[in-house]
């Protein structure tokens, strides 16, 4: 059956801030999580993503908040490939999946080590509490299993790591205000809960996120994102390791192209200002983002 044309430009926004650039990441070395705007929308029972996203890491913040850049004849790098499913079984109720796998390499003086990588799998259930023709507030669950290939051993030390190495599950809650004609605006706040392994468990993750979307024509959304995510103290058996929390914040803009009602396109890029202050005992990095979504 043929949408209207207001859902249709609720897909249209849907889809770019799907596509808006992943801002906050659930450990500073692992991949991108996903956005956590919704992935279909009311009126719509399935969607698709695949996208492909290439990342060069560019300098690290110590415990002070100093940042540092990356020596020179040093590189790391990844070329991460990411699929995401949506099912609605009922209009205000989602239930999405996301994995992926990338290839990863180190270049040191002397050293160097290529590989291809797992990526965790994440799973989430998405209820929109709020479905107001203007505001959308919208509750979910989101548990990650530790299906990727996590770093390990001197070289890797965290660097061109894929999986976080442990379960987490992260409730939230998104919100948003909504014009069909013009764009959207909101901000969302998850929590990462971490199991623990082989006596280590990393420090539960906070991540706060502003967003908006603004449609420059009928077809072509633009899309800018900031978020903060922070880690707190990690522990070595039962007890804080004392100086290992984490800060980075983080920022985007994309655009998206609707070529047509059920297929969106989109090219977006994120970066980790590395400027004294912005973050803390973390990686910053620059990563460029092309994905394309169907919806029905």
């Given at each position: ?20 650039p992943?801002?906050g ?5 692992g ?9 279909t929308?009311p ?23 100093v ?13 991460l ?7 609605r ?12 796998f990338g ?15 797992m990526?965790?799998?994440s799973?989430?259930?998405r209820?929109?509490?709020?479905d107001?023709?203007?505001?959308r507030v ?7 299993a530790?299906?990727?290939?996590a770093?390990a ?10 999986g ?5 599950v ?5 919100a ?15 929590a ?6 082989d006596g280590?468990?990393?420090g ?11 449609r ?16 707190l ?5 039962d ?23 059920a ?7 994120a ?9 803390s005992?973390?990686?910053a990095?620059?990563?460029t ?6 919806a029905?």
């Amino acid at each position: 059956m043929p949408r209207s044309g207001g859902s249709g430009c609720r897909s249209a926004l849907a889809a770019a801030l799907l596509l808006a650039p992943a801002t906050g990441d659930a450990c500073p070395c692992g991949p991108g999580a996903a956005p956590v705007s919704t992935v279909t929308v009311p009126g719509e029972r399935f969607a698709a993503r695949a996208s492909i996203t290439g990342l060069v890491e560019t300098a690290t913040w110590d415990e002070r908040g100093v940042a540092r850049p990356a020596p020179a004849g040093a590189t790391s790098a990844r070329l991460l490939f990411e699929l995401a499913g949506a099912w609605r079984p009922w209009r205000l109720f989602e239930l999405s999946l996301q994995g992926g796998f990338g290839a990863a390499w180190v270049e040191l003086p002397g050293v160097s080590s290529r590989d291809l990588r797992m990526g965790d799998l994440s799973a989430r259930a998405r209820w929109e509490v709020i479905d107001a023709p203007s505001w959308r507030v919208a509750g979910f669950l989101t548990a990650r299993a530790p299906t990727g290939d996590a770093a390990a051993g001197a070289l890797a030390n965290g660097v061109p790591s894929l999986g976080l190495g442990v379960w987490e599950v992260a409730p939230g809650v998104e919100a948003s205000y909504r014009d069909d004609d013009r764009g959207a605006v909101g901000a969302s706040f998850d929590a990462g809960l971490r199991t623990g392994r082989d006596g280590w468990r990393p420090g539960t993750r906070l991540t706060a996120t502003v967003f908006g979307a603004w449609r420059a024509t009928e077809r072509l959304t633009l899309t800018a994102s900031a978020s903060n995510t922070w880690e707190l103290e990690s522990a070595r058996d039962d007890r804080p390791v004392a100086g290992s929390s984490t800060r980075r914040l983080t920022a985007g803009a994309g655009v998206t192209w609707r070529a047509r009602d059920a297929l969106a396109l989109s090219l977006g890029a994120a970066l980790d200002p590395w400027v004294d202050g912005l973050g803390s005992n973390a990686i910053a990095s620059v990563r460029t983002t092309l994905g394309v979504t169907w919806a029905r």
